[in-house]
């Protein structure tokens, strides 16, 4: 008797919660960013769902990008799409050339009849992710670039205005050899080596990274970052590392570590880095400042292209819930969500006017060098080698980068023969992706 | 005298059995049988975009200098891991198997090892080898050997196998101990009688009545070097620096789910599944034959 009497306690109990049915359209927004930045995106969702009563965006933390889209792909395959994933830039073309899985965020807008200004935003994270014609395909939400970070105490030491960095490569190298004479244990390490050592690189030099504008226009693209300027480049930073002015510290953010530290005097890494930089230094003890450019290969810099990620909208939900999308969108667009996203992580506030709240609300008065990375982005119109890069297979290709640049490193191979290695076996992966997308 | 056990109902061990089989199938047929499907498909990642391609994700592989080399290395680590591993436990299943005080402790803290997963192994060595911050590397550096994992291959490929190595001790002493002392001590005392020598008495009649335990675990280290460190790859060296790590698990992993190359990566898994399937027949085949009760 006990039995049945539990069982159909437990059968009406699963039957009322299944009733409780919400009014709100619930949308699920699938990211990346763990952590503070996590909290962040929370603090956002939080502003919109309190700002409206019909939507209900619900953030949820995937892992890093590559586990979050593994996630977005396989629930898209089983057809329980999340309706926005946040995926890395290097995953734009892959994204792009998937036939039906993703609703632009142009086309999105317009349907869902939202205003949408494309000049708002800032113009190399808008071409990014934009068509050729200008049509914006995913939302930028987090964008950073490399920025040039050096350790004050370290400067001083050498004998130099520890408040004046290098403008130019060669000026790095005498001021890293210097600090290096006086005790620093390490003159020079780069993040991400291959975004800011080579595909931005290219970019601040006005050097293509490949045919067709970038993979702008076509996704049969050649590799063509193996010109006699980028051998040059790696080959000094080979050269350097013989006696500790260029030191490799790992792949992706493992070289921060050195430069948190204190073993490093300069450090060049993505703008998002700088809060937990300072602080792990020290705000006062930091100097964030432009990448240093080589005067023999340009004049004067060029502009330097964006890293981080966007959202992009995944098709597959019913019709009635893009609109509670489109809405957060604009809502994540807003001067004031983007001042704060801006400020409270380091990542580049995406519209113009964010810039301006910012400085407005004397920010970058508060926090000097938190302006350098729009400016870097903003230095000039981009062009055709400036845009940014929009290649297939990339995430592979830059595995590919990091191995040969990791063979000049350890004296196995010479730039010349590991960049000329890196494009063949790069070439190679395009003509897959082309073969898989045709 | 043989036990049977006998049911009165006849569906009963049907039942009883059913949620193994139902996880097996769920777990390893269908996975399975979805990788040679998709073994054989050219695909975006979002699956819009599929066409059979026969075999040629597989003939893209045999012409892909890189597969050699992944395969080549997976053998020379898989060597190094089993041998290695064979080696020291047989040390310490010898040595605890002469101790009479505190044999328990030394049993408990050799199996310790087992317990902990293979990527937090990773993680654990990573930070004693750190580069920076590491005090191993640290020590290695002040006696003069500059211990950098992340710039020096060969370094970093000799410390996923120490990693490998010490997570497997555990299993192969235990199996190594249940071994020796499984051994009569009759034969043992009667060649020590005859005169023979320590080193006689192992060689000669230990060793020889260990080897189907050798050769069981020879198996079981191989399988674990090529399937069971990747959790160690994935948390330390990511197959780098410059593919000096990148085994042939990691690599399936990699292509498919960095690289979104879910043709090729299925090709690697079958390939791979060949393998085992190839491993697990000959040890069931010889061990059948030379187990002596």
């Given at each position: 008797m006990t039995r049945t009497l539990l069982s159909s306690v437990a059968a009406?109990?699963?039957?009322?919660?299944?009733?409780?049915?919400?009014?709100?359209?619930?949308?699920?927004?699938?990211?990346?960013?763990?952590?503070?930045?996590?909290?962040?995106?929370?603090?956002?969702?939080?502003?919109?769902?309190?700002?409206?009563?019909?939507?209900?965006?619900?953030?949820?933390?995937?892992?890093?990008?590559?586990?979050?889209?593994?996630?977005?792909?396989?629930?898209?395959r089983a057809k329980q799409a999340p309706h926005i994933v946040q995926v890395f830039e290097v995953g734009t073309a892959n994204m792009m050339a998937a036939k039906g899985a993703v609703y632009p965020?142009?086309?999105?807008?317009?349907?869902?009849?939202?205003?949408?200004?494309?000049?708002?935003?800032?113009?190399?994270?808008?071409?990014?992710?934009?068509?050729?014609?200008?049509?914006?395909?995913?939302?930028?939400?987090?964008?950073?670039?490399?920025?040039?970070?050096?350790?004050?105490?370290?400067?001083?030491?050498?004998?130099?205005?520890?408040?004046?960095?290098?403008?130019?490569?060669?000026?790095?190298?005498?001021?890293?050899?210097?600090?290096?004479?006086?005790?620093?244990?390490?003159?020079?390490?780069?993040?991400?080596?291959?975004?800011?050592?080579?595909?931005?690189?290219?970019?601040?030099h006005n050097l293509p990274y490949s045919t067709l504008e970038n993979g702008f226009a076509g996704i049969d693209v050649e590799l063509k970052f193996n010109d006699p300027a980028?051998?040059?480049?790696?080959?000094?930073?080979?050269?350097w590392s013989k006696d500790k002015t260029f030191v490799y510290g790992g792949r992706e953010g493992k070289s921060t570590a050195l430069f948190n530290a204190g073993d490093c005097v300069f450090h060049i890494a993505s703008s998002g880095s700088a809060a937990g930089i300072e602080k792990a230094l020290g705000a006062g003890k930091v100097g964030i400042g432009m990448m240093p450019y080589s005067p023999d290969v340009i004049a004067k810099p060029q502009n330097s292209i964006i890293g981080g990620a966007t959202l992009w909208v995944l098709q597959g939900r019913p019709a009635a819930e893009y609109k509670g999308v489109a809405k957060f969108l604009s809502y994540l667009s807003t001067a004031p969500v983007q001042a704060k996203w801006h400020q409270e992580t380091g990542y580049v506030p995406i519209t113009v006017a964010a810039a301006e709240l910012s400085e407005k609300e004397g920010f970058y008065k508060k926090n000097p060098g938190r302006d350098v990375a729009v400016k870097e982005l903003t230095l000039n119109p981009p062009t055709v080698n400036s845009k940014g890069l929009r290649i297939g297979n990339f995430v592979q290709i830059r595995d590919v980068v990091d191995e040969e640049l990791e063979a000049v490193w350890s004296g196995k191979k010479d730039a010349k023969a590991a960049l000329d290695e890196a494009v063949k076996r790069g070439n190679e992966l395009v003509k897959r992706f082309v073969a898989a997308n045709k | 005298m043989e036990k049977r056990v006998t049911f009165n109902e006849r569906w009963l061990p049907y039942l009883l059995v059913a949620p193994q089989i139902v996880i097996t199938l769920v777990?390893?047929?269908?996975?399975?049988?979805?990788?040679?499907?998709?073994?054989?498909?050219?695909?975006?990642?979002?699956?819009?975009?599929?066409?059979?391609?026969?075999?040629?994700?597989?003939?893209?592989?045999?012409?892909?200098?890189?597969?050699?080399?992944?395969?080549?290395?997976?053998?020379?680590?898989?060597?190094?891991?089993?041998?290695?591993?064979?080696?020291?436990?047989?040390?310490?299943?010898?040595?605890?198997?002469?101790?009479?005080?505190?044999?328990?402790?030394?049993?408990?803290?050799?199996?310790?090892?087992?317990?902990?997963?293979?990527?937090?192994?990773?993680?654990?060595?990573?930070?004693?080898?750190?580069?920076?911050?590491?005090?191993?590397?640290?020590?290695?550096?002040a006696i003069g050997i500059e211990f950098n994992y992340v710039i020096n291959g060969n370094q970093a490929l000799l410390l996923v196998v120490v990693i490998a190595v010490w997570s497997q001790i555990s299993y192969n002493f235990l199996f190594f101990l249940a071994g020796l002392q499984s051994i009569p001590k009759s034969l043992i005392e009667a060649a020590a009688i005859d005169?023979?020598?320590?080193?006689?008495?192992?060689?000669?009649?230990?060793?020889?009545?260990?080897?189907?335990?050798?050769?069981?675990?020879?198996?079981?280290?191989?399988?674990?070097?090529?399937?069971?460190?990747?959790?160690?790859?994935?948390?330390?060296?990511?197959?780098?620096p410059g593919q000096a790590t990148n085994i042939l698990i990691w690599k399936?992993?990699?292509?498919?789910?960095?690289?979104?190359?879910?043709?090729?990566?299925?090709?690697?898994?079958?390939?791979?599944?060949?393998?085992?399937?190839?491993?697990?027949?000959?040890?069931?085949?010889?061990?059948?034959?030379r187990v002596h009760y």
């Open positions: 009406a109990a699963v039957l009322v919660s299944a009733q409780v049915a919400s009014a709100q359209t619930e949308i699920q927004f699938w990211h990346a960013m763990g952590g503070n930045l996590g909290e962040t995106v929370n603090a956002l969702a939080e502003g919109f769902n309190k700002s409206q009563s019909e939507y209900k965006v619900t953030p949820v933390y995937k892992g890093s990008y590559t586990e979050t889209l593994t996630a977005a792909i396989a629930a898209f965020v142009y086309q999105l807008m317009a349907d869902a009849k939202e205003p949408f200004d494309p000049k708002a935003y800032i113009a190399p994270v808008y071409g990014y992710y934009s068509t050729p014609d200008g049509k914006l395909l995913s939302m930028p939400f987090n964008s950073s670039t490399p920025v040039l970070y050096w350790n004050k105490e370290l400067l001083s030491k050498a004998g130099l205005d520890p408040n004046k960095p290098p403008t130019t490569w060669p000026e790095l190298g005498e001021m890293a050899k210097k600090a290096i004479a006086a005790g620093a244990k390490c003159g020079f390490t780069p993040q991400w080596q291959t975004w800011t050592m080579i595909e931005n690189y290219g970019a601040w980028h051998v040059k480049f790696i080959q000094m930073l080979a050269d | 777990f390893f047929f269908w996975p399975s049988g979805q990788a040679i499907w998709q073994s054989v498909l050219l695909e975006d990642a979002f699956g819009g975009n599929t066409r059979f391609v026969w075999f040629d994700n597989f003939a893209h592989l045999f012409n892909d200098p890189n597969y050699y080399a992944s395969a080549r290395l997976t053998l020379v680590f898989s060597f190094l891991v089993a041998s290695l591993g064979l080696a020291v436990s047989l040390l310490l299943a010898v040595m605890a198997d002469r101790i009479i005080r505190g044999a328990s402790l030394y049993k408990t803290v050799l199996v310790w090892p087992y317990a902990v997963a293979p990527a937090v192994a990773g993680v654990l060595f990573g930070f004693l080898f750190n580069p920076s911050v590491g005090v191993v590397a640290w020590g290695l550096t005169g023979a020598g320590p080193g006689r008495r192992f060689w000669d009649i230990v060793f020889p009545l260990l080897s189907p335990t050798g050769f069981f675990l020879l198996v079981i280290n191989i399988i674990y070097a090529f399937f069971g460190t990747f959790g160690i790859v994935g948390s330390l060296t990511q197959g780098g399936v992993y990699n292509d498919g789910f960095r690289g979104q190359d879910l043709g090729g990566s299925s090709a690697q898994s079958v390939i791979l599944m060949i393998v085992v399937i190839a491993l697990t027949f000959v040890q069931f085949r010889f061990i059948e034959r």
